[in-house]
């Protein structure tokens, strides 16, 4: 699952072209292989055309500008965790990019960004010690029903119930990355998108 961002009106570097997409169903794979290389390209030269990151990605991103930028009305909140559409106007994008600019520029991202990377390594510790839990519990079960490589959904009941314990002790920051390359991407993103939908 991803998030993928295109810009209402961005602007588009004199001379470039967006490539025309070619029929599936008749091109072959080296025009297919073109008709990609030829559309990054695209939008590498005009950043305000597209934005993409995966959910891992996404997530800590935008909570991030929602929580640091002060652009994003409380009703568009939910919105932008979710694939649902979400139109960001002209002047909330140029705003959203000015605010990131500057935190950009005055060090507060890279702050957050180690700040987050040892909250991360935290959890990875944490999660390695959980993860010697579940492999203990996978050993009980198989001790206990005579089976190997049992799923956890058919576990007896009372290792079902640990093994749902066990989930709950995982922390999931570990997997949601944070960087202040992909901060200073989406700022230029924002101030050449003319505002952008978020799908």
Not at 1 to 10: E, H, K, S, V
Not at 85 to 92: A, D, I, P, Y
Not at 167 to 174: I, L
Request: net charge negative; proline share 4%; hydrophobic share 30%.
């Amino acid at each position: 699952m991803g998030f993928d961002l295109y810009g209402i009106n961005p602007k588009i570097k004199e001379g470039t072209v967006k490539p025309t997409r070619p029929d599936w169903t008749n091109c072959s794979e080296a025009e297919r292989d073109e008709y990609f290389e030829e559309l990054s390209k695209f939008e590498n030269e005009n950043k305000g055309y597209y934005f993409r990151n995966n959910v891992w990605w996404w997530r800590p991103l935008a909570t991030y500008v929602i929580n640091h930028s002060l652009c994003i009305e409380k009703k568009d909140i939910d919105g932008w965790h979710h694939n649902d559409g979400l139109e960001v106007n002209q002047k909330t994008a140029e705003q959203i990019a000015k605010q990131l600019y500057h935190l950009l520029n005055t060090g507060a991202v890279k702050k957050y960004e180690d700040e987050y990377n040892q909250i991360r390594k935290n959890a990875e510790k944490h999660n390695e010690k959980v993860i010697k839990k579940f492999k203990e519990l996978e050993k009980q079960v198989e001790i206990a029903t005579g089976k190997k490589d049992v799923a956890p959904a058919d576990y007896p009941d009372r290792f079902k119930k640990e093994w749902d314990k066990l989930w709950e002790e995982k922390d999931f920051r570990e997997n949601y990355p944070f960087a202040e390359s992909n901060v200073r991407e989406f700022a230029d993103f924002c101030k050449d998108s003319g505002g952008f939908t978020i799908c």
